[in-house]
């Protein structure tokens, strides 16, 4: 599930488990990434932010 809002992205994922994912998100320098409510520091490259992660259930909120 995802939404798309004026200022901001929010992206649900499930990953299965004994599995890992890796999840690319838009971004630019000023952007402000958070998983499950916090924020995180992320490498962006190319316009995108690659965030690793293991099974489970996430919600990842991306401020422009």
Known sequence: ???KRYYDIKIDVEIPV???ATVYLPAT???II????KII???IIDGKAAVK???GNYLF????
Do not use: P
């Open 1 to 3: 599930y995802w939404r």
């Open 18 to 20: 004994n599995a890992t």
């Open 29 to 31: 320098k000023k952007t």
């Open 34 to 37: 958070k998983q499950d409510g």
């Open 41 to 43: 520091k992320v490498n």
């Open 53 to 55: 992660i293991g099974s």
């Open 61 to 64: 909120d991306v401020i422009n």
